[in-house]
């Protein structure tokens, strides 16, 4: 009888399987809510930073104001989330009159690519081991029919 109280006795033993148990589930976690955080950040400012770009775009004057507030809007979009507006590239297209993108009725299309670096993760790593996540935003405004310049 005594061996086999022995055996089913399990004195101390919780508190060792709580702390294991916890670094293998909440490690793990933990990091899974960082780099979700900083993706969605990301995606935010992405966002954010097309839809302002493109509204600043069409209520401009001139097309050299017109970029100049835009790529203003970018800067501080990105960088009122802590992203790098360097490691962004912006596009402008306009239809249906690509040339002339301040005209009545145009729409003025503003794209925006970005990469995420994934937190706590190296810049150089071996393998297929994707290190940033791309993040790709578009926003198209209409130039006003009632625009001056037209």
Not at 25 to 45: C, D, E, F, N, T
Not at 65 to 82: I, N, T
Not at 136 to 141: E, I, K, L, R, V
Request: hydrophobic fraction near 45%; charged fraction near 15%.
């Amino acid at each position: 009888m005594r061996l086999s109280r022995l055996c089913t006795e399990e004195r101390g033993s919780a508190s060792l399987e709580f702390v294991t148990a916890g670094l293998l589930l909440l490690v793990p976690l933990v990091y899974l809510i960082l780099a979700m955080s900083s993706i969605q950040a990301g995606a935010l400012a992405a966002e954010g930073a097309a839809r302002q770009a493109a509204r600043v775009y069409v209520q401009s004057e001139s097309t050299s104001s017109a970029k100049a507030s835009a790529s203003r809007a970018v800067e501080f979009a990105l960088a009122d989330h802590g992203i790098d507006p360097a490691s962004a590239t912006v596009t402008i297209t306009c239809h249906p009159h690509p040339n002339k993108c301040l005209t009545r009725k145009n729409f003025v299309t503003v794209t925006i690519d970005l990469s995420v670096a994934l937190p706590l993760a190296p810049s150089a790593v071996p393998g297929e081991f994707a290190a940033a996540v791309p993040l790709h935003s578009t926003a198209t405004q209409q130039v006003s029919r009632f625009w001056g310049s037209g």
